[in-house]
C-alpha cells in the first residue's frame, strides 16, 4: 500500500522558514522522481520542485533560490525547505511520486502552509 505522508507545515511570518517532509512507503522510493507541488485557494495546484533519482532538480521560477529540495533514500523521505517565505507563498503543499514513463503517480494528503504578512 503506497503512502505518502507530509508534515512540516504551519503558520510562519513573513521571511521565515519551514521544513516539510514527505515519508514515502510502499514503492521503490530511489527509483521514482519526487515532487511538491502546491495549490492556493481559487488556484490551480501547481509545481514547485522536483528531484529525480539521479538527484537532478528542477523549481519553479517562482521559489528559485528561497527553496531547495531534497531526497533521503535511506529515509525514504524527501524534504523541502523554504526560505524567506512570503504570504504568496500560502498554499496546501503535497508530496508527489512519479516513476517516470509510466502511469505510476502517486499524491500525499497535503500539509498546510500559511504565510502571514
Known amino acids: 500500500q503506497v503512502q505518502l505522508v507530509e508534515s512540516g507545515g504551519g503558520l510562519v511570518q513573513r521571511g521565515g522558514s519551514l521544513r516539510l517532509s514527505c515519508a514515502a512507503s510502499g514503492f521503490i522510493f530511489s527509483i521514482y522522481r519526487m515532487g511538491w507541488y502546491r495549490q492556493a485557494p481559487g488556484k490551480q495546484r501547481e509545481l514547485v520542485a522536483t528531484?529525480?533519482?539521479?538527484?537532478?532538480?528542477n523549481y519553479a521560477d517562482s521559489v528559485k533560490g528561497r527553496f531547495t529540495i531534497s531526497r533521503d533514500n535511506a529515509k525514504n523521505t524527501v524534504y523541502l525547505h523554504m526560505n524567506s517565505l512570503k504570504p504568496e507563498d500560502t498554499a496546501v503543499y503535497y508530496c508527489n511520486a512519479e516513476y517516470l514513463g509510466t502511469r505510476q503517480d502517486y499524491w500525499g494528503q497535503g500539509t498546510q502552509v500559511t504565510v502571514s504578512s
Open positions: 528531484i529525480g533519482s539521479g538527484d537532478s532538480t
